[in-house]
């Protein structure tokens, strides 16, 4: 199950990759080195948001654990 930050991200992510899918279709009339760059750009968004998702799932399971009670000593 998503959390509601790993849902925004993948709706993000999602966006991305159907702007770089149509991009790739389209690019022709760019010059090789601006479609170069714009692949490169979105390719390396796309990783990223990949890796936010990853992260939140790892914060969030590690939050969700209890965390050990740890009593005062007095001496």
């Known amino acids: 199950m998503m959390s509601e930050k790993q849902e925004k991200i993948k709706v993000h992510l ?3 990759e159907m ?4 991009l790739l279709e389209n690019l022709g009339d760019y010059h090789r080195i601006q479609r170069k760059n714009v692949q ?4 390396g968004r796309i990783e990223t948001l ?4 990853k992260d939140v799932s790892f914060a969030e399971t ?5 965390l050990p009670v740890v009593e005062k000593k007095t001496g």
């Open 19 to 22: 702007e770089l899918a149509y």
């Open 14 to 16: 999602e966006g991305m």
């Open 40 to 43: 490169e750009y979105l390719s």
């Open 62 to 66: 590690v939050l969700d654990k209890e």
């Open 50 to 53: 990949r890796n936010d998702i």
